[in-house]
Antibody
Framework: QITLKESGPTLVKPTQTLTLTCSFS??????????VGWIRQTPGKALEWLAL???????LYSPSLKSRLTITKDTSKNQVVLTMTNMDPVDTATYYC?????????????WGQGTLVTVSS | SYVLTQPPSVSVAPGQTARITCGAN??????VHWYQQQPGQAPVLVVH???DRPSGIPERFSGSNSGNTATLTISRVEAGDEADYYC???????????FGGGTKLTVL
């Protein structure tokens, strides 16, 4: 059964850099067509896509946040890491990682449970 | 960037049919995906590529996409269908994933 799980700090201070790790099982990021993305959801609001990384190390970022985001993968550990610089209270949100459904248009078929990150001094 | 517009809320009585729309310019030219999100839970993909259902999703969930509007239809609505629903597309021109603002489905 495919699972994903996010981990990282629950509280960061303004201007700090957030590092989140997505650990997944039962699929490999070395398999052609596979991708893992990050999506966030501010309290009471809609979903916002952040970044996506593919098996071939191709990386895509939200245009509005591109300058602050970096996504990397460690295929041997089945992990994807997202860093977001210069955190602000408006970045307080639940952050999800999700598997991109392979070999079709971009959608996300398996999601982690999400991790709530609060930005506050 | 590409904008997807959903009604904030839709209400329906149990047993009736709910229709949740997702509007955008020529959305029929894109594949639309739909997610259900129960309170406090992660989103679940219920329809992908306009009208296909992932394994395990009831046949009551269906989708269509034409012109400037995509629609998620839930037949024979149950109390357990009460949730937020989001549409999503891939915008190839800007290379970004776009989500709609979400629709809260209330079962009366």
């Amino acid at each position: 059964q495919i699972t994903l799980k996010e981990s990282g700090p629950t509280l960061v201070k303004p201007t700090q850099t957030l590092t989140l790790t997505c650990s997944f099982s039962e699929f490999s990021l070395s398999t052609r067509g596979v991708g893992v993305g990050w999506i966030r959801q501010t309290p009471g609001k809609a979903l916002e896509w952040l970044a996506l990384i593919y098996w071939d190390d191709d990386k895509l970022y939200s245009p509005s946040l591109k300058s602050r985001l970096t996504i990397t993968k460690d295929t041997s550990k089945n992990q994807v890491v997202l860093t977001m610089t210069n955190m602000d209270p408006v970045d307080t949100a639940t952050y999800y990682c999700a598997r991109r459904r392979p070999r079709t248009d971009v959608s996300f078929d398996y999601w982690g449970q999400g991790t709530l990150v609060t930005v506050s001094s | 960037s590409y904008v997807l517009t959903q009604p904030p809320s839709v209400s329906v009585a149990p047993g009736q049919t709910a229709r949740i729309t997702c509007g955008a310019n020529n959305i029929a030219g894109k594949s639309v995906h739909w997610y259900q999100q129960q309170p406090g839970q992660a989103p679940v993909l219920v329809v992908h590529d306009d009208s296909d259902r992932p394994s395990g999703i009831p046949e009551r969930f269906s989708g269509s996409n034409s012109g400037n509007t995509a629609t998620l239809t839930i037949s024979r609505v149950e109390a357990g269908d009460e949730a937020d629903y989001y549409c999503q597309v891939w915008d190839g021109s800007s290379e970004e994933v776009v989500f709609g603002g979400g629709t809260k489905l209330t079962v009366l």
